[in-house]
Nanobody, 123 residues
Framework: QGQLVESGGGLVQAGGSLRLSCAAS????????MGWFRQAPGKEREFVAA????????YYADSVKGRATISRDNAKNTVYLQMNSLRPEDTAVYYC????????????????WGQGTQVTVSS
């Protein structure tokens, strides 16, 4: 078993940047693909980004491509999401997720989820 804890959310003006962190407890995460989803009020949870366990592969939603960078530090069991040029439509609760299979993770059916961190972008 393991646990994911997100941090780094907050209030930022449009055009600003944030770096979200997800700390994973449990050694399994060093071999697991990890990723980020987000859910805005009244909307379904949507995929944002994912990264393979070796960090050799990364995936991004079209809505954040070019503005987001996902990375990981397996020695620290932590995955990061750097978000730049933030827009009001990026406002959402951001969730960290992990699963042994990246296809399941990207589909939003991963086994492990954090509690989420709120990101609010003001115009």
């Amino acid at each position: 078993q393991g646990q994911l804890v997100e941090s780094g959310g907050g209030l930022v003006q449009a055009g600003g940047s944030l770096r979200l962190s997800c700390a994973a407890s449990g050694r399994i995460f060093s071999t697991y693909p990890m990723g980020w989803f987000r859910q805005a009020p009244g909307k379904e949870r949507e995929f944002v980004a994912a990264i393979s366990w070796s960090a050799s592969l990364t995936y991004y939603a079209d809505s954040v491509k070019g503005r987001a960078t996902i990375s990981r530090d397996n020695a620290k069991n932590t995955v990061y999401l750097q978000m730049n040029s933030l827009r009001p439509e990026d406002t959402a609760v951001y969730y960290c997720t992990a699963d042994g299979r990246i296809a399941r993770l990207r589909a939003g059916t991963g086994d492990y989820w954090g509690q989420g961190t709120q990101v609010t972008v003001s115009s």
